[in-house]
């Protein structure tokens, strides 16, 4: 499981959680003008499970 962070077609910051077996199961509703807002988002989503120390991917 990884969360995937990139940029939408606005510029902004938006990330996907994919599962094991690659499928995606989560997304950001909205999107973020600072990277930095984007983080917090996905370690909120993070605390609220078992997703505490999901690695972080980010586009080229």
């Given at each position: 499981?990884?969360?995937?962070?990139?940029?939408?077609?606005n510029?902004?910051?938006?990330?996907?959680?994919?599962?094991?077996?690659?499928?995606?199961?989560?997304?950001?509703?909205?999107?973020?003008?600072?990277?930095?807002?984007?983080?917090?988002?996905?370690?909120?989503?993070?605390?609220?499970?078992?997703?505490?120390g999901?690695?972080?991917?980010?586009?080229?």
């Amino acid at each position: 499981m990884y969360f995937y962070v990139y940029l939408d077609v606005n510029r902004q910051h938006r990330w996907t959680l994919y599962a094991a077996n690659n499928r995606k199961i989560a997304s950001s509703g909205e999107g973020y003008h600072n990277k930095q807002d984007c983080i917090a988002a996905i370690n909120l989503v993070a605390s609220t499970g078992q997703g505490a120390g999901t690695p972080i991917r980010y586009a080229a």
